[in-house]
């Protein structure tokens, strides 16, 4: 971006000091703009494209597997050591939690915390509303990203594709303020998949859809409250009281890890005080 020195500065007549003053300005405002308007070419052999660690992944079937990568890069990569702590081929697929386009950073790392807690994978499925490597993201997990196994999918198609590769009994149960049963009222089995919507839209119709379908669809759950002036519940909050619940009622058996499958970590804290409590 070329900018010239304005004709009209020329016809003030400036004393020398003012104008030595005003052209150093516009010097630096020159540079300034060109450094905005300047973009690197990034490689992809570049070595500071940084890939994900073997621990999560985009969990996607054929050219959709490389372009949900991509995508995925783009936006950053999840807290360092995600998941390195946890032996995935020991740990019991008692539960999943699936958050379907969340929007708040904040609230996926409470939740990752949570299944980190109650030893029960997490799975994210795009687009997502931030980016993955979020400082907040980061922070509201704490240091326990290394205990959550986390699974990312471009979308709800992949995901979808995914669960039916899954061997087992499965089934999808959709998690909405306008669901059919009440989530204590519910019968819980190994092998379900817990589906949570955006903070702001819900669950989409498609994964709706399939949560009321047979042969494993589970149906629509809700968590009563009282709606006079509460539009819904937190996101967290409802994960983990939907979690508890159905952890609850299977004997809280996702929590009878043995030490054999945790890994220990040598890595440094990544914030050694519960800001969260």
Known sequence: MDISFPAAFKSLNLPPSNAFHFRSKLSLFRQTIN?????????????SHRRFPLSFSSLTNGSAT?????????EGTLPHGVGEGVNEAAHPKILQVVLVSPQIPGNTGCIARTCAASAV??????????KVDDTKLKRA?????????????????????????????????????????IHS???????????????????????LLDCKTQPFGGG??????????????????????????????LN??????????????????FITEDIFG
């Open 252 to 269: 809280y058996e996702s929590l009878q890890i043995p030490s054999e499958s945790c890994v220990d970590t040598e890595e440094e804290s």
């Open 121 to 130: 994978g997490l799975h994210l499925v795009g687009p997502l509303g931030y």
């Open 185 to 207: 009222d519910f019968s819980y089995r190994k092998g379900d998949y817990l589906l949570f919507g955006a903070e702001t839209t819900g669950l989409p119709p498609e994964a």
């Open 220 to 249: 629509t759950i809700k968590i009563p409250m009282v709606e006079t002036y509460v539009r819904c519940l937190n996101l967290s909050v409802s994960v983990g009281i939907a979690l508890y619940e159905a952890s609850r009622q």
């Open 35 to 47: 450094l905005l308007h300047f973009k690197p070419s990034i490689s992809s052999s570049s070595s």
């Open 141 to 181: 997990g704490l240091d326990y990203w290394p205990y959550v196994v986390v699974k990312i999918h471009d979308s709800w198609e992949g995901f979808r594709d995914y669960f039916l590769q899954q061997e087992g009994e499965k089934r999808l149960l959709a998690f909405t303020k306008r669901g059919t049963k």
């Open 66 to 74: 490389a372009t949900a990568a991509a995508e995925i890069s783009q």
